[in-house]
């Protein structure tokens, strides 16, 4: 059986979904080293639900980090991304030029009592309990030199996500008082993707499992920010299965996964492929990334969307 027939099929198959116009999705990669399987997984499963619905596929580089960040990092994930077919539909944002939009956002929180500065360590924390208890809630520390954290009125204990159905999030956890800004002045995570994801109309966030339960503060802060400002509804949520090393550990720049290599790329795509349970067939697998990618986008609608 050649390719064009398998395409054919394939695109037969998938005739019934009604395209999604305004979808919009994204990958958003931290430049603390080059992708590795995990991350591809991730670029992947989110670029194929992309096309999947026909919607637009963005890349952010989140660099809010710079103490870890690597130099040249940036550039090689867009270099490894293009050399496994995985192209982006409009131009890269990056979180270190979104300042203005995380200042206005804070101001936003802060105009309606919802944020206050912390200057508890991480000992100090843990030697209270497992998670943060408010403890600075109401003692009106100075923001100069102290953690910003937000007053997580309405945690968010439960998340629907389109693999893993109805989600409940641990109430502890979920009610945290999370950080919004560093003690080191440095943007906090949770406030830059939920400023980006609002400000980009971000409809659906398709990442690895590892960062399903944040999505709970995610989704709070993106719904007081809603009441606050208005914006868009908050967008769909997919977490995918996580590659794991020989030693059981979820693969990670921490735990020294190896680099993609771009001479690898056709290999490397197969083998992601079917790490989300769409092997390629025999006579695909191994082919052209963007052959591979032409049969991918009607597996994934066809297995995933119906
Ligand atoms: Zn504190």
């Known amino acids: 059986m050649t390719v064009k027939v398998l395409l054919k099929s394939a695109k037969n198959k998938c005739a019934v979904p009604k395209p999604t116009l305004s979808y ?51 550039d090689l994930i867009l270099s490894q ?30 105009q309606h009592g919802l944020v206050y500065a912390c200057n508890c360590s991480r000992k100090d924390i843990k030697a209270r309990a497992p998670f943060y208890t408010g403890h600075c809630r109401y003692r009106n520390l100075p923001w100069q030199g102290n953690a910003l954290r937000f007053v997580n009125q309405h945690p968010v204990t439960s998340l629907l996500d389109r693999l893993h159905g109805q989600v409940t999030i641990e109430p502890d956890f979920a009610a945290e008082d999370f950080t919004l800004r560093r003690r080191d002045g440095l943007w906090a995570y949770q406030l830059a993707v939920v400023s980006d994801d609002r400000d980009q109309e971000i409809t659906h966030i398709v990442r690895g499992s590892d960062l399903l339960t944040p999505s709970s503060w995610q989704m709070a802060l993106w719904q007081s920010l809603t009441t606050i400002a208005g914006g868009p509804p908050a967008p769909k949520l997919v977490h995918l299965p996580l590659v794991v090393g020989d030693d059981g550990r979820k693969l990670s720049k921490q735990n020294h996964a190896p680099p993609l290599l771009a001479a690898d790329a056709v290999d490397n795509l197969s083998l992601a492929l079917t790490r989300l349970n769409l092997a390629p067939p025999a006579d695909l697998y191994g082919a052209p990334v963007a052959e591979q990618l032409s049969w991918a986008i009607p597996a994934w609608r066809a297995r995933n969307l119906q």
């Open 24 to 74: 919009r999705g994204r990958f958003a990669p931290s430049p603390s080293g080059p992708l590795h399987a995990g991350s591809l997984l991730a670029a992947l499963g989110s670029y194929l639900d992309a096309h999947a619905h026909r919607g637009t596929w963005l890349v952010r580089i989140e660099d809010i980090d710079p103490p870890r960040e690597v130099a040249g990092a940036s």
């Open 81 to 110: 991304l293009e050399a496994h077919g995985l192209l982006w539909d409009e131009s890269v944002r990056r979180q270190s030029q979104q300042d203005r939009l995380y200042h206005r956002n804070l101001e936003r929180l802060q």
